[in-house]
């Protein structure tokens, strides 16, 4: 189902100031149907698989050490042309340029604690989505 699908996880910092349920409601006011979800949190093992592309950049260990930091959700997302869609309703990876009323320019602090994660291509969104959820958790 390339091109439908998406993977998206409110992230550490976004779930710690209460922007959970805001921020699952702009997804489906978007028209984004949630296939999987999951409230969980990420081990430093984990958040350093998870993140294992990023490996050998400089910030590698400060984001598995925010991601491992407190609860997450991670969800798979239903919607056409999902990926791209999403990456315009979160907004630039810096807030202080992501478009007015995306997910980033409302509950982002900085470029390093951004509220949010979207799959950047149908790839990574499969990648991603298989990483936490199995095929009996999508509905």
């Known amino acids: 189902m390339a091109g439908n699908r998406t993977f998206t996880m409110i992230k550490p910092d976004a779930v710690a100031d209460g922007n959970m349920g805001a921020i699952l409601k702009m997804i489906e006011d978007a028209g984004f149907k949630i296939i999987s979800m999951k409230y969980t949190r990420l081990s430093a093992d984990l958040a350093g698989k998870f993140y294992e592309v990023h490996k050998e950049r400089p910030f590698y260990g400060e ?5 491992s930091s407190g609860s997450i ?6 919607k056409d042309n999902a990926v791209a869609d999403f990456r315009t309703l979160i907004g630039a990876t ?18 390093g604690e951004n509220a949010v994660h979207g799959s950047d291509s149908d790839e990574n969104a499969q990648i991603e ?7 009996f958790e999508r509905f």
């Open 94 to 111: 810096n807030p202080a340029e992501a478009a007015e009323g995306t997910i980033r320019k409302l509950y982002a602090k900085s470029i």
């Open 73 to 78: 959700v991670a969800a798979i997302l239903e």
């Open 63 to 67: 984001l598995v050490e925010y991601m």
């Open 129 to 135: 989505g298989n990483f936490f959820f199995s095929q």
